[in-house]
């Protein structure tokens, strides 16, 4: 079955308004920018959007934000976004923050049709205890909170009872792919990709370039065409740096 499609905007066209999206990408490293920019074009708003963070200001993730098209974030930080964070504390935005690895295994159980699991993360703290604040008044007072955690002991050790994450759609973004479905992710742009691709209902993949069926060996195949439904290009010039690090030249004496 040939899964790729002409346009990014034919390939988010039915996201409706209050969809949930799990999103991959970890800061600006593997995010499906071209995608995103498809969905901004779209319109659909009041988006419950799963993903470790929410891009930066002005990038990825950060132009649905701030747009005002996102309602709720699942996340394990804020990040570089200084957008989410004045969302988020004048209630404009509602904020589940998880912790990261938490976060990560969620999807995975959604992807793997796992409702629940324990775990040992955020045992006596407020992930436990409850009272988070998920969103605020414009006064600043908590109009939610999250809740306590079912906590069970196993082998003399207190756990906490996390849920499963399953979403509408999955916006991905791979390195390779071919008319299939089937993705390969470059280094550490494979981040939360596949967990995302997995908990999708329907699974859209951007790939950087896209080839066709049999010419990906099936050992280097990191996640399987079964789990993708619409493949489109990515934009090549869909790339950024989130921080540079690099030293400036040495001088010649």
């Known amino acids: 079955m040939d899964k790729v499609l002409d346009s990014p905007a034919v390939a988010v066209a039915d996201v409706p308004d ?9 800061g600006l490293c593997g995010i499906p920018s071209t995608l995103i920019g498809a969905l901004v074009d779209a319109g659909a708003t009041g988006l419950r959007v799963v993903s470790n963070n929410c891009g930066v200001d002005d990038w990825g993730l950060g132009l649905l934000l701030r747009a005002g098209r996102i309602a709720r974030m699942t996340s394990s930080y804020v990040g570089e976004n200084k957008e989410f964070a004045r969302q988020y ?34 045992v006596g703290t407020q992930v436990e205890e409850g009272g988070l604040p998920w969103r605020y008044a414009a006064d600043g007072s908590v109009v939610l909170a999250s809740p306590p955690k079912e906590v069970r002991e196993f082998g003399g050790r207190r756990y906490l009872l996390e849920e499963a994450i399953t979403a509408d759609f ?20 494979r981040n939360f990709n596949p967990l995302c691709a997995t908990a999708g209902r329907v699974t859209l993949v951007e790939a950087d370039r896209i080839v066709e069926p049999g010419e990906l ?17 990515a934009d090549p010039a869909d790339r950024r740096i989130e921080r540079r690090t690099v030293r400036p030249a040495r001088q010649e004496v």
């Open 89 to 122: 504390l004048s209630g404009e935005l509602e904020v589940e923050l998880t912790p990261q690895g938490t976060l990560a295994e969620r999807l995975r159980a959604g992807g793997a049709g796992i409702p629940a699991f324990f775990t040992p993360a955020g």
């Open 170 to 189: 999955a916006l991905v973004r791979a390195e390779v792919a071919d008319r299939h479905g089937n993705c390969v992710f470059h280094a550490a742009a």
């Open 18 to 26: 209050g969809a949930v999206l799990a999103v991959g990408g970890f």
């Open 217 to 233: 060996a099936p050992d280097a195949v990191h996640l399987p065409g079964v789990y993708v439904d619409r493949v489109v290009p």
